[in-house]
């Protein structure tokens, strides 16, 4: 990512929250805590489960990261679990 790319980005970054874009096409930003579903089995968390994310940040390669239960994990675990949005 060039610097230019980087300030741009982080003009919408901000800790503790993410954008995501609904399956119907609307932009929404959502604020820790948060629902998410696990797609599959992941260190103690078996597929499905769902759980509460406390916390959001950005990985030195730029991937977003959720804090479960004090432990971080990758967003592509997650199935983001937006009711009534």
């Known amino acids: 990512m060039r610097k230019n790319e980087i300030v741009s980005f982080n ?3 901000a800790p503790n929250r993410i954008l995501v874009v609904t399956s119907w096409n609307k932009l929404i930003s959502l604020h820790c805590p948060f629902p998410v579903q696990f797609l599959y089995n ?4 078996k597929k499905n489960q769902i759980v509460i994310v406390e916390a959001t940040a950005l990985a030195q390669n730029g991937k ?4 479960i239960k004090g432990k971080w994990f990758f967003y592509y675990h997650f199935e983001i679990l937006c009711y009534n949005i």
Do not use: G, L, M, Q
């Open 11 to 13: 003009k919408y970054y």
């Open 42 to 45: 992941v260190d103690r968390f």
């Open 64 to 67: 977003y990261v959720f804090k």
